[in-house]
């Protein structure tokens, strides 16, 4: 079954990145689903899948500096890095699309996790 699933590493704590807002965006930047992950940096549920996941462009942003500010980091004003914003295409909804993010206040990397 076809799905979008995410994951957040802190790396400037070495944790996971519980609480993280995000946001999943479709066609045209229409929001899809606002989410937040767990304790394991993880969402409870796939972002989107089955039916209502077919090809086409998807933009996961992610909330980094309220995240950070949160979990009491000082950042500068303003953030180096506010949000992220990770631009995902889909040829075969049929497949698992994860996408991890590892994150620090300065940093970020993703790629395409199973």
Same mark, same amino acid.
Request: glycine letters at 12%; one cysteine or more; hydrophobic letters at 45%.
């Given at each position: 079954?076809?799905?979008?699933? @995410?994951? %957040?590493?802190?790396? +400037?704590?070495?944790?996971?990145? !519980? /609480?993280?807002?995000?946001?999943?965006l479709?066609?045209?930047?229409?929001?899809?689903?606002?989410?937040?992950?767990?304790?394991?940096?993880?969402?409870?549920?796939?972002?989107?899948?089955?039916?209502?996941?077919?090809?086409?462009?998807? @933009?996961? %942003?992610?909330?980094? +500096?309220?995240?950070?500010?949160? !979990? /009491?980091?000082?950042?500068?004003?303003?953030?180096?890095?506010d949000?992220?914003?990770?631009?995902?295409?889909?040829?075969?909804?049929?497949?698992?699309?994860?996408v991890?993010?590892l994150?620090?206040?300065?940093?970020?990397?993703?790629?395409?996790?199973?």
């Open positions: 079954m076809g799905q979008l699933t @995410t994951h %957040v590493l802190d790396i +400037a704590r070495g944790i996971p990145a !519980a /609480g993280m807002a995000g946001r999943l479709g066609g045209q930047g229409r929001c899809v689903v606002d989410f937040m992950t767990n304790l394991q940096g993880r969402c409870e549920r796939p972002l989107i899948e089955a039916g209502d996941f077919v090809a086409g462009a998807y @933009t996961l %942003v992610f909330f980094t +500096a309220a995240y950070f500010r949160d !979990a /009491g980091v000082h950042l500068d004003d303003p953030p180096f890095l949000e992220i914003r990770i631009a995902v295409g889909v040829a075969d909804p049929a497949r698992h699309y994860h991890p993010l994150v620090s206040p300065w940093s970020f990397s993703t790629y395409r996790g199973s």
